[in-house]
C-alpha cells in the first residue's frame, strides 16, 4: 500500500447522495481492498464513486463493496465510501479512502443501491431519506 502524500485532480466529485452536513465531519479512515470492486460498476472512470456502500472484510479488516450475499464480512453494511478515491491500475493494491458512519443519505442518489437488509445495518447511525 502506497501512503506517501501525493495530490491528484480528477473530475468533479459527486456527493450529492449526502442528505446533509452532519457526519461528514467524523469521517473514519479506511482501507479499500481494490480486488474485492468491479471496474464497470465501482470504478468505471478510473476512480471509486463517492457514496459507495462499503462492508468490512473479517479477515483483513479492509472494506470492499457491500454484498447482502458475501460471506466475508462484506454482507454487513457499516458505511459508505465518504469521497471519490483513484482507483489503481493493479487491482492488487489497496487505497486510502474516508468512511462516512453517520448521518442521512439520499437513497436514490447512491451510485450502487442498497437492500433493506443493509439499511438495517445501519440503523441508529444513518439515516436513509
Known sequence: MDLSLTTQTFGVDDQSWLGSEHGTQATEPCTLDTSTFTAGTHYPAGYFKSG???????????????????GD???TLVGFLYSA????????????????????????RLPVAVDAAGQADVAGRIRFI
Open 52 to 70: 459507495i456502500p462499503l462492508g468490512q472484510i473479517t479477515a483483513t479488516g479492509k472494506y470492499g463493496p457491500y454484498d447482502g450475499a458475501a
Open 73 to 75: 464480512g462484506r454482507e
Open 85 to 108: 478515491v483513484r482507483a489503481p491500475a493493479d487491482n492488487t493494491v489497496d487505497v486510502a479512502g474516508a468512511l462516512f458512519v453517520h448521518g442521512k443519505v439520499r437513497s436514490a
